[in-house]
């Protein structure tokens, strides 16, 4: 491909997820050095990089706490000591007084002067003349053995073959797109970012809000809207099978139901059921905030199917999850003759052949379970809907997988997705491009919002004393134990700590423990002792953050909220304020608190509202800070980030019309750039 690309390098750059010269070009640095000025040293200023040039002084290895080398620099403006702990002995005979010494690094305050530690030098002759570099210098997400300078060496040759020849990354999109909004083409915007000149300004770059970078993630989100829309189009040619059911039980199932559907609950309802009556499949998103209701509308969708005498499958993200939903669902079933499954992993080898059998024959049924509902030995023989539940956890590829598996003689099943992410609609519009939208706006009514306080864990004590009283008044109480480590097992040996802790301070009090390592029959014992009231004050690990239902809980104490996020901690919240009685959520934090965690707690303290605190959680995460993909359920992109560019998003939807009217043969090409090694469309 390149000049000095040999297997070992091809193979590493593999690994970042390069393998032609145009994703080289599109792999975009992090962040940049300015290499293009020499600071004089006088003028350097502690926390700050910076290049400079001066002439060794003196240089010796001192044996404090720690064996370090000294370097110390002058250029007639000041001194600055350089300072290696770790060295080799050909560098310490190459640092001799006499010579000079080109270094780039962070200036730090030290004992004497400033200094850097471990900076990038280069040794000069003392009358040794360098140019300084004239673009600023990238640093490029590397890997092991694959360094900045052969990552610089492998860019500036590919810039070179662009510059020669469009081949390789050709303009796609149109001058009367580009005119109109303001874009730069696309071989001088790679450039740019790849080798911005020394004028540029460099925090505007480091933001990725510069206009070549802007360009890239136009194009990326353009691609991204219209692979979508394009994989809409193509799952809509498809057949469906029209599920009109007779309403019967639809019907006795509404009026069975200890309450009634708010109004936003029946609109959304109905706009499911006129698209499960039709012959194209269903795509839509079902939206609605943390406790509007929306395992009822999907009840409702899998009767209507069941109705019409075929299978539905609802997939939840966890096990407890799948559990919780089969509860709730054969309680609300139970006057009803429908036969309803639960499917998880850990099922014994005969009770799930028994299962699997059900679904295999013809049986009109609903079956609930985790992404184990499509492992290989699952055959569905009528399987006509498929809801998942809290679609943040499930990325677009398992959703083709799982379409996969739904197909039965090129029928397609209907879609329904469920999510509890309330994202802007322009935002809504674009990642989820090829689904409708239904919105559950409204709150269940009688529902008191939950009130807040943030207590500093100092005053713990009064926090268990208020837990005695919640108990005394016949409430329950969840404990939520969170540590910043991802490490299962120390959240675990956590929770049981502080439950031993909890029990011992809380006599009288049954307290039980829940975690993401119990076994499914210990979590469901658990789970059914809580609803039942007999365990009054459950402690658990965030397992507990989506989903869970238990009205009668009212007060929720959160520990260390000051770690969470945002959306998290309004996802926890979401546990209780569920019944009619007042709910109240303290969030326990450890002092000092940092000035976001400081708001992020106080947004909290002031409003229920899911789509306020979204909007304060985009407003919060500057950008690069973005919270993993997994917490916001928006998709992995390569350049764009969909909430440091969400301004773009009506121009791009703006630029697709035009593609899509006036260039349509431009759109493959984008498609295939952007997403196609992601997007395996000969699924659908
Ligand atoms: P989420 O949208 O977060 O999944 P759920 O479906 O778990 O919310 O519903 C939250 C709680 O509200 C449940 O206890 C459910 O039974 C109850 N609920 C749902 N709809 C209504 C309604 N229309 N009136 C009263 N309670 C309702
Ligand atoms: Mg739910």
Sequence with gaps: MLHGVGGQIAQKLNRLGIYAIKDLLFHMPLRYVDRTRLCPIGALRSGFSMQVEGNIEFAQVRYGKRRSLLCRISDGTGVL?????????????????????????????????????????????????????????????????????????????????LEHSQDELTELLPDAILEKFELPELGKAIAYVHRPPADAITQQLMDGIHPAQQRLAFEEL???YLGLQRLRKQVRAHIATPLGGDGIQSASFLKALPFRLTAAQQRCAEEIKQDMQDTRPMLRLLQGDVGSGKTVIAALAAIKTIESGYQAAIMAPTELLAEQHYKTLKHWLQPMDVSIILLTGKLGKSERNKHLDILARNNPCIVIGTHALFQQDVVFSRLRLIIIDEQHRFGVHQRLALLDKGMVDDIFPHQ?????????????????????????????????????VVISTVKRDEVIERIARACAEGRQVYWVCTLIEESEVLQCEAATDTSLYLAEKLHGINVGLIHGRLKPAEKDSIMSAFRSGEIQLLVATTVIEV???????????????????????????????????????????????GETAKIRLETLRNTNDGFEIAKKDLELRGPGEMMGTR????????????????????????????????????IQPLVDRWLGKDIDYSKV
């Design 81 to 161: 000591t350089l300072r290696f702990f770790y060295f080799s002995r050909a560098q310490q005979e190459r640092l001799q007084r006499g010579m000079k010494l080109r270094c780039y690094g962070q200036a730090r305050y030290g004992a004497q002067t400033l200094e850097m530690v471990h900076p990038e030098y280069q040794v000069l002759a003392s009358d040794q003349e360098l140019p300084v570099d004239e673009t600023l210098t990238p640093v490029y997400p590397a890997t092991e053995g694959l360094q900045q300078p052969t990552l610089r060496k492998l860019t500036t040759q590919a810039l070179a073959v």
């Design 222 to 224: 353009l691609a991204q």
């Design 416 to 452: 329904l997705i469920m999510t509890a992410t309330p994202i802007p609609r322009t935002l809504a519009m674009t990642i989820y491009a090829d689904l409708d939208l239904s919105v559950i706006d409204e709150l269940p009514p009688n529902r008191l919002p939950v009130n807040t």
């Design 547 to 593: 989903g869970v239902d238990v009205p009668n809980a009212s007060l929720m104490i959160i520990e260390n909220a000051e770690r969470l996020g945002l959306f998290q901690l309004h996802q926890l919240r979401g546990r209780i304020g569920r019944g009619s009685i007042k709910s109240d959520c303290v969030l326990l934090y450890q002092p000092p608190l």
């Design 631 to 666: 917490q916001t359920g928006l998709p992995e992109l390569r350049i764009a980030d969909l909430i440091r560019d969400a301004g773009l998003l009506p121009d791009i939807h703006k630029a697709a019309d035009i593609l899509m009217q006036q260039y349509p043969e431009l």
